[in-house]
């Protein structure tokens, strides 16, 4: 569509000449264009003009740290994350037999419980088949804390130490966010996405 097009390389222009006010720069060569279509087999030949450069789509960018394809199913982010927490568990296992069982826990809460929980809220909704391997990341954790054997039964040791599993992280992220953003805690972009309900009647239970 020209008009989407143009529209997008205004506003791509406007945020050029913003940041030459403020003494900044726009790298375009590194700028991405990600679309997210309504209809995931409809493809979109797009391009963006700005200056003697053109950008088209792209079927991945990473934002923040995560990484969106353009049909938001996360497999890449989820496949990166796992990754570099298989990296850290293997570098952790090296050194298990000099630790104790809370320096382990610490470590491990440092360096890969840390990860899974980054921005995991975007993966709310996802089938449990697409977020199993960061649950597997998981469960290698908990048994490398109390160097457990590879098929020891993991529900215990998350009692132990009071962990949710992968899914349950996932909707207690999600919920604390709506939580905060109900009792003015949250950012201020969020409240105008979750408006409170005001019943037009008094209630019995109030």
């Not at 630790?99 to 419980?113: G, K, N, P, R, S």
């Amino acid at each position: 569509d020209p008009t989407v097009a143009a529209r997008i390389s205004g506003c791509l222009a406007d945020i050029s000449e913003w940041m030459k006010e403020h003494h900044l720069q726009l790298n375009l060569a590194k700028t991405e264009l990600l679309i997210f279509p309504a209809t995931p087999t409809l493809q979109h030949h797009l391009t963006i003009n700005l200056g003697t450069l053109t950008t088209t789509p792209s079927s991945s960018a990473r934002n923040l740290g995560v990484i969106f394809d353009d049909q938001l199913t996360f497999k890449d982010h989820i496949a990166k994350t796992a990754q570099s927490c298989r990296f850290a568990l293997q570098n952790i296992r090296k050194i298990r037999p000099f630790l104790t069982e809370q320096a382990t826990q610490l470590l491990v809460q440092a360096l890969v419980i840390s990860r899974l929980d980054y921005c995991n809220a975007l993966l709310a909704g996802l089938p449990s088949c697409t977020i199993k391997p960061l649950q597997m990341i998981q469960n290698a954790a908990a048994r490398l804390v109390f160097n457990e054997p590879k098929r020891a039964h993991v529900t215990p040791l998350f009692i132990t130490l009071h962990w949710l599993p992968i899914e349950a992280r996932i909707k207690f992220k999600t919920l604390m966010l709506a939580y905060r953003t109900t009792t003015g805690s949250a950012p201020a972009y969020l409240h105008s996405l979750l408006p409170i309900y005001t019943p037009s009647r008094t209630l019995r239970s109030a």
